[in-house]
């Protein structure tokens, strides 16, 4: 096994660009140095920004004293919360209301009456430089009355102690989903089971660690009136429109740039404090403002992900298959609503009955509830590994009921690909999968019944290295969103995306996307959607983005949207380019449009082959604008906004194997296949790169990651030094299996591919501890599977089984 | 304080206060925004580049401590005519980077790695760059570059 392993199933045969493994567009900038990350800039007679946090989870805040900080050398300003108060327009937005009746506290860029978690902003210093910014705060005098902290969901729905005292509650919202043929179908379904299963999940909070952390650079034009604000974000362009909404800024004298952005995995999907403030700051001083994050920043002011207790019940029939399902989510907000905080747990409502063929009998409530912790917001996924997490336990956890292999208690409820579209239980279609094929070619390539009967004779009774396989088979709900289903959701706005192509008088071609990549390829990938669709070279195609000036319409990069949403938007602006292109080679070749032929590049008239007009000379005519049809607009370029009609549905399956140390809880993973099916694939080099990096961030989740609190509220993994984001040394290779499995609703066949091995990873992982240790007794053991974990989960149990077999108390 | 250093061959003196670290002395005061900072905690290894000639996270040194001394950063690494180092184009033929915020660091600590080490085996390779992080490859692909850069050699 090493790392060079190849994919082993074959592409299927691409005339042209799309399918092949061309090399990035964007690499030679980033392997150079020559890219501008937002805290490159450089940015003449701009101030620094240093925001004071607060050191209590949960406090009164009783004065903020800023004399001392006012008075050192270069500070030019030092605002508390109450000083900045009549800068907001209105409150940090939450674009995600999930019911009319959601409770939110308000929430300004820095506190005013009390401070809700460890990292809350006190007050704000600014200053000529970085270091006399960071060394002002140090002297801002502020007294507290601490007040008690609220450190776990449990306590959280207890009420013993209230987040925040104007809501009376710590449960911002409880939303419900029950689908029936008749009412009291579920609980008929579980009565009458010959199996079920009831388990509980705990999903840790994880902290995203994007290598960059934020950066922010305000820039104003004092006199002419504008903004310009560089922030290292994934949405430019939902930053602007709640950057006008929250400081009441006219949004057209706004531009907002993403510059080189490194990574974002969900948590610069949002809208924070020191975007508003410097923008707010850059307003009133009329200079420009510019704030980075320091690491230890960073874990505690940036949303972190997951944050869950997940209750599911399986109700199966006398052959295992599923007859209803019931989820109880109580899912931790942190201490305040950031922008779709309370809608992240909600995108996995409808996957938890997995890739199965349940009928109608779901029932799924979640509460969110607030605590004094940073908020949580989406993390890769989003809502999805957390549902597929819980499913994939589950449906082991049936296997094992039944005495069963967990693969065929799969394929007994698989949705069968005759099925497709399938009309789900919830109302959605899927729209196209085979997921017996996708498991079947896991299966061969990890050599499942070989290590099935190695198991069998490794895992002895007193073997302290045992073997365990762990199997995940998932759905990727992804191409967020058609904007009619966000709108039964209540999410504020809607799922489009758009794009522009436009072709120059010399005929290279600019492509003007809504997408955002911060390290997806977009300018590789849409370079050759265009190429192919024009017969050129992608070479000859710019990629224009994360500039709201020079991409006005957009929606963003987020939930594996950016291929499915924008990508076809693409494919679909070159077809209306080249239905222009044939009038104007009709018109010039003396032919009917009905008549042109586009190949390669070139017009032909249908029958007359000698009769042709390259792309090139249709573009310069187009320019000249000398001689066009009638009631033809000069220029090559269409602008399109395209709502997708439904979801994209990526599947595929994880296997994992893992040897376990039963004497020092080590988990050594020896071998991780993933076959992720996400449609046509327009460059496999780049699915393989999102796959490999999903992968490892759920196999981070199952075996090392976790942001840890005290009782107190103290976060005690704010380091890389503490929260151990793994090395090349604590990963293993991955093996790729290929699935194509075109998805019918979008003219390219593509589905997204950004989150799929985050989905599938940790229950592969986790269902392979939980194989290798069954035979002791262990049905669970808490994320992340660290030595202890593990070795506590064998001993318990163990210890558990002596009481039982001594008689027990 | 004043120290001279040269960087990518080219001498820089400058005055700098002396808690000034290594890595803010190569952004701000040369104006190489190639090396990146990545935490705090001397965890990370964005900042990685050569203190004559072998990798260092650049946080982990004052500016004072590189006086007199030859430093290289990313910025150095492709030749004057554009044809990206060895390490620098086995990265981008095996797709070792995605955001590409971890490279720079990635690509100077490779190369210092080939440099004790010229055949690694993939664990090697693994155990060589324990010290820098990537968030978004999941190492595969990083792997594979350095692995393809030392075959190439
Ligand atoms: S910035 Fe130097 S090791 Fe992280
Ligand atoms: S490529 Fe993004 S952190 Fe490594």
Known sequence: MTVTDEITATAPESAGIIGQRMLRKEDPVLLTGEAVFTNDMVVPGALHLAVLRSPYAHAKLISVDTSAAVAMPGVQAVYSGADLAELWASPMPCAWPVTDDMLSPEHYPIATDTVNYVGDGVAVVLADSNMIAHDAIELIDVTYEPLEAVTSITDALSDRVVVHDELGTNSSYTWNLLVEEAEGDVQRAFDAAAFTVSEQYVQQRLIPMAMEPRAVVAVPQPFGGDMTLYSSTQIPHILKVMVAVTLGFPEHQLRVVAPAVGGGFGAKLDVYAEELLCIALANKHACPVRWNEDRSENTVATVQGRGQVQNIELAADANGKLTAVRVRLVADMGAYLQLITPGVPLLGAFLYAGVYDLPKAYDFSCTGVFTTMTPTDAYRGAGRPEATYAIERAMNALAAEMDVDPLDVRRRNFIGPEQYPYEAFTGLVYDSADHDAALGIAEELVDYNGLRAQQAKQNTADETKRLGIGVSTYFEMCGLAPSRVLASLNYSAGGWEAATVRILPTSKVQVVTGTSPHGQGHETAWSMIVADKLGIDPADVDVLHSDTTIAPLGMDTYGSRSLPVGGVAVGMACDQVIAKAKQIAAHQLEASSDDIEFAGGVFSVAGSPDKEMPLAAVAFEAFTAHDLPDDLEPNLEVQVSYDPPNFSWPFGTHICVVEVDTETGAVDVLKYVAVDDCGVQVNPLIVEGQVHGGVVQGLAQALYEGAVYDSDGNLQTSTLAEYLVPAASDVPPITLGLSVTPSPTNSLGVKGVGEAGTIGAAPAVMNAIVDALSDLGVSDVPMPASPLNVWTAINSSQSAANTEANGGS | ?153
């Open chain 2, 1 to 153: 304080m004043e120290i001279t250093v040269t960087v990518n061959g080219t001498s820089h003196t400058h005055d700098v206060e002396p808690r000034t670290l290594l890595v803010h002395y190569i952004r701000e005061h040369v104006g190489l925004t190639g090396t990146n900072i990545g935490c705090d905690t001397s965890s990370c290894g964005a900042c990685s580049v050569h203190l004559n000639g072998e990798a260092v996270k650049s946080c982990t040194l004052l500016a004072v401590q590189a006086d007199g001394q030859e430093i290289r950063t990313i910025e150095g690494m492709a030749d004057a005519d554009g044809t990206l180092h060895p390490m620098q184009q086995a990265f981008m033929e095996n797709h070792g980077l995605q955001c590409g915020y971890c490279t720079p660091g990635m690509v100077m600590a490779a190369t210092s790695l080939l440099e004790e080490n010229p055949q690694p085996t993939e664990q090697d390779v693994r155990l060589g760059l324990e010290g820098n992080l990537c968030r978004c490859t999941g190492y595969h692909n990083i792997v594979k570059s350095v692995l393809a850069a030392a075959a190439n050699d």
